[in-house]
């Protein structure tokens, strides 16, 4: 790719910034704090369901490894009795 475009389309900086929450509040208005809420919201619930989930994980893999017999629990073979 050429230099001049990557530059053109780097990260936005400051002013950008700026320009974008101006937009933001000129399109969301009063809604803005409530859709700021309803997002900080839902990534609570994102992250307590992520960590319900590897809390499940963890638990799950306890259990395995307590239950998972080792190779020093061979079963020992049957002598054949005539």
């Known amino acids: 790719m050429d230099q001049a475009m990557i530059a053109m389309f780097g990260m936005p900086g400051g002013m950008e910034m700026v320009v974008v929450l101006v937009i933001a509040l000129l399109i969301f208005g009063r809604r803005l704090p409530d859709v700021a809420r309803s ?36 079963p020992k073979p049957e002598s054949k009795q005539p």
């Open 39 to 74: 997002v900080g919201k839902s990534i609570v619930e994102f992250k307590k369901g992520i960590r319900d989930v590897k809390d499940d994980i963890d638990d799950q893999s306890r259990l395995d490894s307590t239950t998972t017999p080792t190779p020093d629990d061979k």
